[in-house]
Structures are given as C-alpha cells and as structure tokens.
C-alpha cells in the first residue's frame, strides 16, 4: 500500500487544512486508512483516543503491533460524547476509520507562547513517533480492505505493556452472566438479608455517593475556588489528589462502622456488586466501550464469590476474600481513571471529581465492615486520621501557588475599540483572573458590563486607552441585485491592519437571511433565525480583500459590524501591560491584539437612499 504522509494547518481555525485536501486533492480518493498525530498539551503518553466504528480488526492489529499501547475504550466513548473535533473528524465523516492519536497533560502551555519546541516532552514526540511508524509499516503491508468490519471492539491496556482485546459483542452476555451469578450468591446467602440488615446495606450503598459528592463540595473551595487555578492543570496536584483520596477514606471508614454493627458483611458485600453488575448491564447496553470498569470486575466477583461458597460446605461464611477480590478489582479498573478526569473535571468541580471514587468505595465498605466489626468506636481512629490528612492537605493545596512558569495562567491584553465610545485596554484570562496585576495596572475592582461590538451583552475589567487612531475594517459596496425576492448586497472586506481574523457580526432579526464569501455559505438562514448575534469569522486573509455577498428581506434596512483582531499595536500604555504581565502568565489562543469594529448600515434600494460607499 502506498503511504501519504500529510502535514496540513489552519486546524484550530476550522480543520481548514484537512479539509482542503479531503475537498480538493486527488489523492483523497486514494485514501483507505488514517492515522492522525494530534496533541492537546505539551506531555504525556501517546494516548490512541478515537478509531471509528467497525474497530475490531483495527484493534487485533494496532494490539500487535504498538509496543507501548495507550488505548482504552472507554476514552472513545467518552470522546463520541463531546463537542470536540480533530483533523480525523474530516475523514472519519467521510466513512474511513484508523486511528487518532495525542498526548493531553500539561494543557495550559497549550496555544500559549510557552507552546514550543522547547516545553514539547521529548518522550512524548518519541511515543508519538513510536507509535506512527510501527501502524504505517503494519498498514503498509495490511489488506486494508479486510480491516473493515461491522464489529466493535472494547480494550485497555494493561500499564502501557500490552493491550487486551476482545469482542464489543461479549459485553452484554458477561455483564449477564455476573449479574445473575451474584443474584444468585443473594439467593445462597439469604441467612444474611434479614429486614433490618437488607435496610442499612441499602442505605449504605445509596449515601456513599452523597456523601462523596458533599465532602468533593466542600473540598472544592480550597483546591479549586480560593486559589484560583487552572481549570484543567494545576502545577501542583497531588496535594489536592491526596486530598480528595483522604475524603473518599473518610467517607468509607464513616459508613463501613455505622453500617457494621447493623448489617451483615455479607449484605452489604452483596447489594453494592449487585447494583454495581446492574450497572454493568446497562453501560454494556448503551455505552458498551465504557462497560469493562464495571462488567469485569463484577464477573471476578461472581466467580470468586462461588468459589469461596462451595469450598465453605459447612456453612454460607462471611464471603471475606470475595469482598477483598472485589475490593482489589475496583481499585484496579478504576483508580487509573481518577487522575484521567482531570483533564476534563477542574478542581473546582471536586463535588463531582471525587464520584469516580465510588465503585472503589462501595467495594472498601464491606472489607472495613469485616474489619471494624459491631463497635463502631473502631472506626474513630481511622476516620479522624482521614479527616485531619484531607484537611492538612487541603490547605496546603490552598497555599499552594496556581500557576508557575511551565504552568502559566492564560492572560491577553486587549486593545478594544468599537467606535461607539473611547478605546478602552481589556484583560482577557483563561482561570481566575490575576488580581493583584488588574489592581496595579489600575483597571476596575470588579468586572463591568458593556456591549460587545455593540451586539451582544459582555462583562470584563476595562479601563480607558489613549486613541490610537487605528483604521478600521472595511466592507466596500460594489453592487446590489434581486435574486429571488431577496436583495443581494454585494462588496469586498478588506482588513486595515492585515490581522488574522476578520468577522462580520450580525444582530438578531435583522432581516438577513444569508452570508457568502468567495462564493460559499459561511452563515445560512438557520444560523440566523435564532435570537443571537451570529459571527461570520474569516481567517487568514492578511491584506487580501474577501468578496462578500449578503441576501436580506426586500426592503429591510440591516447593519453588520465589521470586526478586525491583529497584532497589539505598539506604544508605551501597550508596553507597560506587557511588560507587566507576571512570568506565570502567558499570551493564549489569538493571544495580545487589537479589535477594532466598526459598524456598516447596508441600505436597500427599496426604500431609497443610495448604496453604501
């Protein structure tokens, strides 16, 4: 097979690159396979997030030849559900599959100035490469044809060692299997589910994750409201991992001792893998990828289960090595994915953070009921232990500084002017804003609000800017026509300062129907019906003039702001802001600019007047 190796950009500004050669280029016919190198952050594994569908072939092959896999189903299902796109969205909607690769940590040097070479993880770029070439040269010998198939499969990896695989279509006949194993465990042990013991398993079972969710509450003001940090990368998280571990402990510890003296072990070991199997039964119908967490360790639990009742003849026994089986097994399938949700769960969502706990604790219940017995004072000691290292830990996550140098706070300076009032300079920041540099550069206390291009309500911290007198964009009128009862308003828009981005803003009922540029739809009338400002963003254009098409009701009077982001015009006011930006905080995104809008009124011949200059 032949192998197209394809380096395209413009990817954050709309997956433009990948299009173009997916639209345009001849070779796109050709293409059978994709394997897309992204990334999300500056370290961290090579992680392989996204297949397609029909990936059960795919997988048997990516499973022989990666040496140091970084896979898991579970990440794809999570993947499907979010908003998110890459490069492989582009071919992946046209019908092929493969494989989609990036690494995630170190996110806030993302689309910094700090994202370089020089903060790039070496062994990242490595793993990234490893990974590439070892599926091209796999796939360059394949019968890529024979790799198509109408089966899915589930897998993870076993410590970046080896991958295991298997069929999607197990899921659900497992899940079965477990659930109906352990009912009938129930069944065995029914000496254990007398009235009041059956009432505290269930009330156990239902206020560990209240509980979890109140102490994650009540955690999250100092891990993640007081200091400030970034949303999704802190420099220093293992004050705050500890203490989020520490209050799930406490949480267990609380309700193992005030459930033991009221409930059988076996109870409560029974009715949380009985709803832990029913879960797996449902996620392996709807979400089957994401169902092994749950399928796999209650079948272990299943299995054990038996084997320990058969080999206790005498008696139905307090099922203790099931419990700790099953403990062993949670903690196995899901502790790794704890620390995975920081990269979409900020500390400031701890109440929600500190649930995936929760099939690790509901299997810990049972082992420390065994433990601690009918006193419930045993569990004094554990619980004020947990309590006084989730609180130590805490505070010193509190105190600990949000942001550093390789962890740097998102922070642009603005220069804004939208011809309606004075310039103003504005502060934009990914996290918290930076307080103590707002009060010494003399900005407001508190955000204000103002209208943002004049179109839609906004809020920041704005203080006033000497008029720099730069030019505005320009929507240059050229001609006008009717074309199916509507008035087309033809013209050129042109940036004043060869910016990246230009946008032609729309307000809401505006009579517009449509927006073309250089011929193509950029916003159509559905876009347009709703109650909203709609933005019609142009990139790349420089100092080219964009022709411009726009259709609106016979007879309506609208107006569009014409918008121009470039380069933070030098000046003393602009240099002084940069110059004191703190060493933890960088440029992001778009980065420093200035946006200048001005708005255009587009007059109709219908009712008189002549047409805009």
């Not at 030849?65 to 999570?78: D, Q, R």
Request: charged share 15%; net charge negative; aromatic share 10%.
């Amino acid at each position: 097979n032949d192998v197209i190796f394809l380096i395209t950009d413009g990817e954050e500004t709309g997956l433009r690159g990948a299009l173009a050669f997916a639209e345009r280029h001849p070779l796109m016919n050709d293409v059978a396979i994709v394997v897309n190198i992204e990334a999300r952050g500056a370290s961290g594994p090579s992680m392989m997030f996204e297949t397609g569908e029909g990936s059960e072939r795919l997988m048997d092959l990516f499973a022989s030849a990666v040496a140091h896999p970084s896979a898991n189903s579970l990440t794809y299902e999570i993947y499907k559900l979010l908003p998110n796109d890459t490069d492989f969205s582009i071919y992946r909607d046209r019908g092929l599959v493969g494989f989609n690769f990036a690494f995630s940590n170190s996110a806030s040097l993302y689309h910094s100035r700090f994202d370089n070479l020089e903060n790039l993880d070496r062994n990242s770029l490595q793993h990234h490469g490893d990974n590439a070439f070892a599926l091209t040269f796999a796939l360059a010998d394949a019968d890529l044809a024979a790799l198509r198939s109408d089966a899915d499969a589930s897998y993870f990896d076993l410590f970046g060692k080896v991958l295991l695989v298997w069929p999607a279509s197990l899921n659900l006949p497992v899940a079965l299997i477990a659930l109906f194993g352990i009912l009938a465990l129930v069944v065995m042990h029914r000496s254990a589910f007398t009235w009041r013991s059956t009432a505290v398993a269930v009330v156990a079972l239902v206020i560990v994750p209240v509980l979890l969710s109140a102490i994650g509450w009540l955690l999250s003001f100092p891990l993640g409201v007081w200091p400030g940090v970034h949303p999704i990368d802190h420099p220093a998280p293992w004050a705050g991992r500890i203490a989020l571990t520490a209050g799930a402990l406490l949480v267990v510890v609380f309700v193992a001792g005030a459930a033991a003296p009221y409930a059988k072990v076996r109870a409560i070991l029974l009715v949380n893998w009985l709803v832990l199997a029913a879960l797996g039964v449902a996620v392996a119908i709807f979400v089957s990828g994401a169902s092994f967490l749950l399928v796999w360790p209650a079948a272990g639990v299943a299995f054990v289960g038996w084997i320990e009742t058969f080999l206790r003849r005498t008696g139905p026994g307090r099922l203790g090595v099931t419990a700790v089986a099953g403990f062993l097994l949670a903690a196995f399938f899901w502790l790794p994915y704890v620390m995975a949700l920081e990269l979409v769960l900020g500390w400031n969502l701890s109440a929600f953070k500190i649930l995936s706990f929760v099939a690790f604790a509901w299997a810990l219940v049972p082992v420390l009921a065994a433990s601690i017995g009918p006193a419930f004072r045993r569990a004094w000691v554990p619980a004020l232990a947990c309590a006084a290292v989730a609180l130590v830990s805490a505070l010193v996550a509190a105190q600990t500084p949000a942001y550093a140098v390789n962890h740097p706070r998102g922070m642009n300076v603005i220069y804004y002017d939208d011809r309606s009032t004075t310039p103003k300079w504005l502060v934009g920041f990914v996290g918290a804003p930076d307080e103590a540099y707002l009060k010494g550069m003399g900005f407001p206390a508190k955000d204000e609000p103002y209208k943002q291009f004049g179109l839609q309500d906004a809020q920041g911290r704005l203080k006033p800017a000497a008029d720099l007198h730069l030019p505005a964009p320009a929507l240059t009128f050229s001609d006008m026509a009717t074309v199916d009862g509507l008035d087309v308003w033809r013209g050129t828009l042109r940036g004043a300062r060869g910016g990246l981005q230009l946008a032609i803003g729309i307000p809401p009922k505006s009579g517009i129907r449509s927006v073309r540029a250089q011929g193509e739809e950029v916003v159509n009338g559905a876009r347009l019906a709703g109650g909203d400002p709609v933005f019609a963003r142009i990139l790349g254009a420089g100092e080219r003039g964009i022709p411009v098409e726009i259709s609106f009701d016979a007879g309506a009077t609208p107006s569009v702001v014409v918008i121009e982001r470039s380069a933070l015009p030098q000046g003393p006011e602009a240099q002084a802001l940069v110059d004191a930006r703190p060493p933890d905080a960088a440029p992001v995104h778009s980065g420093d600019a200035a946006i200048v809008a001005v708005k255009i009124d587009l007059i109709s011949p219908h009712v008189g007047g002549a047409p805009p200059p």
